[in-house]
């Protein structure tokens, strides 16, 4: 009964270092979303894809990109760390318009 | 992106009282109100949803109460418990969209 599964847990960065966060959904859902939470400012959007093949900007796009790979994964690409970036990121999926949405346990990422 | 207006941004009560949470929104087209629940080091977890074809949705202790009209909507939590402990977020959708936009959300610390 996994749901939404993201890897790693945890990761510190240098600034300047890139990475990649991975995101799987096993319920069949269309729609993916990528969110940074930071204290105080609840879940900010970063990208989303409502259906396999497509992405769009969310609300805090900069400094990030992502690829959804097929229906179940949507990874978040950060091509040059910056200390701004230091934040717990969530990935989660929904069947679409009007569904709730359900999400991973976090990833929580240090850049130094 | 709409703002989401979420208030208080933290409480406290003893256990066996009543939690209130306030939010309200701008704009949505998908009737479909969700709150979330979320603990330390996990990811928000759906609590209870309204779809506002309704102006009250119980479950359990949890109650959502929906006013369309002046565009609020509320969390109650009946008989407060310990383990009510957590931070909930309240979420509208946006407009002709797939996106959620999120509360800042409320820290409940429910006192034994």
């Known amino acids: 009964n996994a749901g939404v599964t993201q890897t790693p847990k945890f990761q510190v960065l240098k600034t300047g270092q890139s990475m990649t966060l991975q995101c799987a959904q096993d319920?069949?859902?269309?729609?993916m979303y990528w969110y940074r939470q930071d204290p105080g400012m609840g879940l900010r959007l970063i990208y989303y894809s409502a259906s396999e093949g497509t992405t769009d900007k969310g609300e805090v796009p900069n400094g990030y990109n992502v690829s959804r790979l097929n229906k179940r994964e949507f990874s978040l690409r950060l091509e040059s760390a910056a200390p701004s970036q230091t934040s717990v990121y969530f990935c989660?999926?929904?069947?679409?318009?009007?569904?709730?949405?359900?999400f991973g346990d976090g990833t929580r990422l240090s850049i130094l | 992106q709409q703002q989401v207006k979420q208030s208080p941004q933290s409480l406290i009560v003893q256990k066996g009282g009543i939690s209130i949470i306030n939010c309200a929104y701008e704009?949505?087209?998908?009737?479909?109100f969700p709150w979330y629940q979320q603990f330390p080091g996990k990811g928000p977890a759906l609590l209870i949803a309204i779809r506002p074809d309704v102006s009250e949705k119980k479950e359990g202790r949890f109650t959502i109460s929906f006013n369309k009209s002046a565009k609020q909507f509320s969390l109650h939590i009946m008989d407060s418990q310990p383990g009510d402990s957590a931070t909930y977020f309240c979420a509208a959708p946006e407009p002709n969209d797939y996106k959620l936009s999120f509360g800042a959300g409320t820290t409940v610390t429910v006192r034994a």
């Open positions: 704009n949505t087209a998908f009737d479909y």
């Open positions: 319920m069949n859902h269309n729609s």
């Open positions: 989660a999926s929904s069947g679409g318009g009007g569904q709730p949405q359900h």
